[in-house]
Antibody, heavy 128, light 108 residues
Framework: QVQLRESGPGLVKPSQTLSLTCAVF??????????WNWIRQPAGKALEWIGR???????KYNPSFKSRVTMSLDTSKNQFSLKLISVTAADTAVYYC????????????????????WGLGALVTVSS | SYVLTQPPSVSVAPGNTAVMTCGGD??????VHWYQHKPGQAPVVVIF???DRPSGISERFSGSKSGNTATLTISRVEGADEAAYYC???????????FGGGTKLTVL
């Protein structure tokens, strides 16, 4: 059974860069039939999709974050990462790494649009 | 718009049926998925593609969609079902992902 675990600093200063890593256990991030996502939830607010990594390393970001976010794969460590630059207090949230399944269509897999499993989440607070 | 609206809370007595709604103007053009989230645990998908139930999820959980509303129904509610439930929409052509604000289910 695949498990995901987030790690990274819990406190980041305003204007600096938030960096998180997601370790994947029990499955390979190189599998063609899965995609790797980051989702966050500020306290008292709705969940918000940040972006997706394809097995090739290609990315798709939520336009709300596009200018500030970078996601990447590290196949040697079977993990993927999130970097969010120029953070403010509004970026304070629980950040989840999440796997997304794939649908086989026209000879290849495409994202299925739903998420399972999720990591436990990592609380990141932006404060000086 | 891609806004999904959920009632903040639903309360139900054990053994009864809990009905949680998720409304959105263009929900008919999206696939809807539901997640259960208990404190200190990772969210878990309980319904995907509007009505499908993952293996390992109780048959007491069911999903439906009609018009501008998707619905998660939990029959014969148990104390262990107490959690927050989030709907999520996905519009495949635009690859747009949106979540509802969540409904806190309280088992009386």
């Amino acid at each position: 059974q695949v498990q995901l675990r987030e790690s990274g600093p819990g406190l980041v200063k305003p204007s600096q860069t938030l960096s998180l890593t997601c370790a994947v256990f029990g499955g390979s991030i190189r599998s063609d039939d899965y995609f790797w996502n980051w989702i966050r939830q500020p306290a008292g607010k709705a969940l918000e999709w940040i972006g997706r990594l394809y097995p090739s390393g290609t990315t798709k970001y939520n336009p709300s974050f596009k200018s500030r976010v970078t996601m990447s794969l590290d196949t040697s460590k079977n993990q993927f990462s999130l970097k969010l630059i120029s953070v403010t207090a509004a970026d304070t949230a629980v950040y989840y790494c999440v796997r997304e399944g794939g649908l086989f269509r026209s000879g290849s897999y495409s994202p299925a649009g739903w998420f399972d499993p999720w990591g436990l989440g990592a609380l990141v607070t932006v404060s000086s | 718009s891609y806004v999904l609206t959920q009632p903040p809370s639903v309360s139900v007595a054990p053994g009864n049926t809990a009905v949680m709604t998720c409304g959105g103007d263009n929900i008919g053009g999206q696939t809807v998925h539901w997640y259960q989230h208990k404190p200190g645990q990772a969210p878990v998908v309980v319904i995907f593609y509007d009505t499908d139930r993952p293996s390992g999820i109780s048959e007491r959980f069911s999903g439906s969609k009609s018009g501008n509303t998707a619905t998660l129904t939990i029959s014969r509610v148990e104390g262990a079902d107490e959690a927050a439930y989030y709907c999520q929409g996905w519009e495949s052509r635009s690859d747009h992902v949106v979540f509802g604000g969540g409904t806190k289910l309280t088992v009386l």
